[in-house]
């Protein structure tokens, strides 16, 4: 059991926590947000969704229709740019962020849980990454061990899914940390988070149009200019000192 389906639970998980996705991305700009605790309770989120998504993936579908999963990444898409538009515009209008603003912008800031809380559960639905991940990966896997006894079941989805929100809170208190060094190193990785969520909602927006190749170098273009743009401003756009 140990070999069989408990060490790849655990080695899937961490390797779903590692990969850039919109969940991370979620996570991290609702941590540098609104705090460390907000970011946690996101971390929960897979395990509502996916007891939804896991039962009919693995036992119902079989295997997910081509136009159900373009729709999926057209929401997934859309949700992921529209969450980073609000990010953006709290961001422009001068709000404080972090846990330890409690005076400032206070109102903004005490965001209920439910705000936070449904949007997270809802990207994890219309995002086709949990649901072609329990399709080709964990699935087939939960099968065979479902094929052993279920208590092999038992313990391959307490490995991966302990390992995943475990590795998921180490991720948020990893950011967390670097949130309370000041506000502007807050705001930088806010700014950074906001990128990812736009980068990933454009791109599940431009594969479910065919338009992945299109995207790929539109991003490289996008990334290269603002890389010019960053180094313009910090070494070459800088005032010189008078001299009489």
Do not use: C
Request: no cysteine; glycine share 10%; net charge positive.
């Amino acid at each position: 059991m140990l070999t069989e389906f408990i060490l790849p639970g655990i080695s899937l998980a961490l390797t779903a926590t590692l990969l850039p996705g919109p969940l991370q991305a979620y996570i991290l700009s609702v941590t540098l947000r609104y705090g460390w605790r907000r970011g946690m309770l996101v971390t929960f989120s897979p395990l509502i969704t996916d007891a939804f998504i896991v039962p009919l993936v693995v036992f119902v579908l079989g295997q997910l229709p081509e136009v159900m999963i373009q729709i999926i990444r057209l929401a997934g898409g859309g949700l992921l740019l529209f969450i980073a538009w609000g990010a953006f515009k709290q961001l422009r209008a001068g709000s404080s962020f972090g846990p330890q603003d409690s005076t400032v912008d206070a109102p903004r800031q005490q965001t209920s849980l439910w705000r936070i809380f449904v949007p997270a559960l809802l990207m994890n639905i219309v995002s086709p990454g949990p649901w072609l991940f329990w399709a080709t990966v964990n699935g087939p896997l939960l099968l065979a061990a479902l094929e052993q006894s279920p208590w092999h079941a038992l313990a391959f989805l307490v490995a991966f899914y302990g390992a995943f929100i475990l590795s998921l809170n180490g991720l948020v208190y990893v950011f967390g940390r670097l949130g309370a060094l000041g506000p502007n190193v807050t705001r930088t990785m806010i700014v950074f988070t906001i990128g990812l969520l736009i980068y990933f909602g454009t791109s599940l927006i431009a594969e479910a149009l065919g338009l992945s190749a299109v995207h790929q170098w539109l991003s490289l273009v996008v990334i290269a200019g603002l890389a010019i743009w960053w180094l313009w401003r910090k070494f070459i756009s800088k005032p010189r000192p008078l001299t009489e």
